[in-house]
């Protein structure tokens, strides 16, 4: 089989730094061959996993056990997976190996991208991710089907399709004014804004027959324009808008883990009972923003309300890294996101804008600093990404409607600049 031909994120590094955060995070499914290879290395024979249980059958496919601490099993007291450290890296199951790359086919080529909630990620920490070319080949030539390069594309809009081509180039066009240098970094996701309510009102039949330059042309120089001249003094966000946005921080702040149930019967509904009372705080948006995850610090909602300033140079480009991965990537939509339309999962990801900087202005707060550090965005975009395509509520009919209501002409621009500033 021909070699793929890969298309990466401009800018963006990575290698692993065994941190081991992502050994928790995630439920390792296990192929009848991974677990065979598990078996014959005896792990039983391991003091240290004595009479532990290394496997859990599920209906339709097997998963790694948990450990005491809720962790995956074959993850020791110093944080290092066993199985890596006895046996090396390559015979861990692909799952873990996997991570944090996602690979997308589409008719011409595997479009890469990486998981922020990867601290190295993040961080940009590594080698650019091109030199990850022999792995990802071999990767995807055991992850991707074999008529990967016939899968149809996510839908563009209501049910209306463009072609893969098409996609390609909106995309393109919404990188180019992400890269836009002459503009500020909230301005240029203002500019997106606009492209994208463009595209929301935009006669699809028109696209498909060959208008597509022309409204690019057109869109981009209203966009960039509009945003150009934008004051970003926006009102507050109020009302409605305001009580689903905080809605949503709260989701995002979130994080439920595998090891959750391994919780007693107590234990899960102490911390439901907890849940509904964050939730309800978080409603009445007053008072102190109760600690969704133990080491938030302390604020005050007001004061969150208060502008940190425009992300600017290391915060501005983990931003930029973020979101140029997700379109290039083309992880906003279709399979790689609750299977929504191109243009529904392009206002889901703008929409994590005013979230990571709210979140950002949080952790800033917290530590008594009156900016926006990129260390404050990087653990921000990390919080956004862990849920991203991932955490099956965001996939909710619920969920999907609150961002339509969020996504609106009159929603989300303010929220954008709002936070933005
Ligand atoms: S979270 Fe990232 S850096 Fe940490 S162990 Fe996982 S892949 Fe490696
Ligand atoms: S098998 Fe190793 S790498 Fe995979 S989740 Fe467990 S400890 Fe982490």
Same mark, same amino acid.
């Given at each position: 089989m021909a070699k793929p031909r890969f298309?990466?994120?401009?800018?963006?590094?990575?290698?692993?730094h065994s941190c081991a955060l992502c050994c928790p995070a995630y439920e390792i499914g296990v192929t009848a061959e991974e677990k065979q290879r598990l078996v014959e290395q005896r792990w039983e024979e391991d003091a240290a996993l004595a009479g532990q @249980?290394?496997?859990?059958?599920?209906?339709?496919?097997?998963?790694?056990?948990? $450990?005491?601490?809720?962790?995956?099993?074959?993850?020791?007291? $110093?944080?290092?997976?066993?199985?890596?450290a006895k046996f090396g890296e390559p015979t861990k199951p692909l799952g873990c190996r996997a991570y944090p790359f996602v690979l997308i086919p589409t008719d011409a080529e595997v479009r890469v991208s990486v998981r922020f909630d990867c601290p190295s990620v993040a961080a940009n920490r590594g080698r650019p991710l091109a030199d990850h070319r022999p792995w990802l080949e071999e990767l995807s030539a055991q992850v991707l089907p074999p008529?990967?390069?016939?899968?149809? @594309?996510?839908?563009?809009r209501d049910g209306h399709r463009l072609e893969w081509p098409q996609l390609r180039r909106l995309t393109d066009a919404l990188l180019g004014v992400l890269a836009n240098q002459e503009l500020s970094f909230t301005r240029r996701i203002i500019a997106c804004v606009t492209m994208t309510h463009l595209l929301q009102r935009a006669k699809v039949d028109k696209l498909a027959e060959g208008g597509l330059k022309e409204f690019?042309?057109?869109?981009?120089?209203?966009?960039?324009?509009?945003?150009?001249?934008?004051?970003?003094?926006? @009102?507050?966000?109020t009302g409605r808008g305001a009580l689903l946005f905080r809605q949503s921080l709260a989701l995002y702040g979130r994080r439920d883990l595998p090891g959750d149930l391994l919780r007693s019967a107590r234990q899960t509904a102490a911390?439901?009972?907890?849940?509904?009372?964050?939730?309800?705080?978080?409603?009445?948006?007053?008072?102190?923003?109760?600690?969704?995850?133990?080491?938030?610090?302390?604020?005050?909602?007001?004061?969150?309300?208060?502008?940190?300033?425009?992300?600017? $140079?290391?915060?501005a480009e983990a931003l930029l890294r973020f979101y140029t991965g997700k379109l290039t990537g083309m992880t906003f939509c279709?399979?790689?996101?609750?299977?929504?339309?191109?243009?529904?999962?392009?206002? $889901?990801?703008?929409?994590?804008?005013?979230?990571?900087?709210?979140?950002?202005?949080?952790?800033?707060?917290?530590d008594a600093r009156a900016s926006l550090a990129p260390e404050f965005v990087q653990r921000a975009l990390r919080l956004v990404d862990w849920h991203h395509g991932r955490t099956p509520a965001f996939g909710t009919r619920s969920e999907r409607?609150?961002?339509?209501?969020?996504?609106?002409?009159?929603?989300?621009? @303010?929220?954008v600049a709002w936070y933005g500033r």
């Open positions: 298309v990466f994120p401009e800018g963006q590094c990575y290698d692993c @249980p290394f496997f859990v059958e599920r209906k339709r496919n097997t998963v790694l056990a948990l $450990g005491e601490g809720g962790s995956c099993v074959f993850l020791d007291d $110093g944080n290092r997976c066993r199985i890596h008529n990967a390069r016939d899968l149809p @594309p996510p839908a563009f690019l042309l057109l869109s981009e120089e209203v966009s960039l324009k509009d945003a150009s001249a934008d004051d970003l003094d926006s @009102p507050a966000p911390r439901t009972g907890g849940r509904f009372r964050q939730a309800l705080r978080f409603v009445r948006g007053s008072g102190a923003v109760p600690a969704l995850q133990p080491d938030f610090p302390q604020a005050d909602f007001l004061a969150l309300e208060e502008p940190l300033g425009e992300p600017a $140079g290391e915060s279709g399979r790689a996101y609750y299977h929504v339309p191109f243009v529904e999962g392009l206002y $889901g990801l703008w929409l994590t804008y005013p979230v990571a900087l709210w979140y950002a202005r949080l952790f800033a707060r917290g409607g609150r961002a339509a209501f969020l996504s609106s002409e009159e929603c989300l621009r @303010p929220l």
